[in-house]
């Protein structure tokens, strides 16, 4: 609205520099204007304005379906589930249990919180790991003796993430 303001505003100071007040005549401007001239310039301003005004709501509209598509596909990887493997390996000290392995599976660093219940003793424990990303040939995360923590079969993990849906496992009997 400004800038359409100040447009007119120049266009009708523009208009007025034929006026020759020392002499008190005016110039007559060519129906058709040479290039290069002011009422020109004025003319492409003038352009320029009413394809802004034009495009303006276009711009809007489009702004408005990206928000739109962003905020949809935030809430369809909220519902994703933590992408994850957790497994379990035999802990290096006799009758220290299974030690817990979390694996990223995700080429990105992933934060993620990890709660061990153990329904047998009515215990649970919360872990907060940083998962290097899956390509990455260093050990998964893990959780056991020496993390305070013996697990056993029937423990469940649940391993959550923000941006995610939070994945639950149970540790089994087998190897």
């Known amino acids: 609205m400004k800038k359409t303001?100040?447009?007119?505003?120049?266009?009708?100071?523009?208009a007025g520099c034929g006026n020759n007040q020392q002499t008190g005549t005016t110039q007559t401007s060519p129906a058709a204007p040479s290039p290069g001239t002011k009422a020109d310039y004025v003319a492409q301003m003038m352009d320029f304005s009413n394809?802004?005004?034009?495009?303006?709501?276009?711009?809007?509209?489009?702004?408005?379906?990206?928000?739109?598509?962003?905020?949809?596909?935030?809430?369809?990887?909220?519902?994703?589930?933590?992408p994850v493997e957790v497994k379990k390996r035999n802990a290096a000290i006799r009758n220290s249990?299974?030690?817990?392995?979390?694996?990223?599976l995700i080429a990105k660093k992933l934060p993620v919180k990890v709660t061990v219940q153990s329904p047998t003793f009515g215990t649970t424990k919360d872990y907060d790991l940083v998962l290097d990303p899956a390509r990455i040939e260093e050990p998964p995360g893990e959780i056991g003796w020496l993390q305070g923590w013996k697990a056993a079969p029937g423990d469940i993990v649940t391993v959550s993430s923000e941006g995610y849906e939070p994945s639950h496992f149970k540790i089994n009997d087998n190897p």
């Open 5 to 14: 303001i100040t447009l007119a505003m120049l266009s009708g100071l523009l």
């Open 51 to 82: 394809q802004l005004s034009e495009l303006k709501p276009k711009y809007f509209e489009l702004q408005s379906k990206l928000t739109e598509t962003q905020t949809r596909l935030t809430n369809l990887l909220k519902f994703a589930h933590v």
């Open 97 to 104: 249990g299974f030690v817990i392995q979390v694996e990223n």
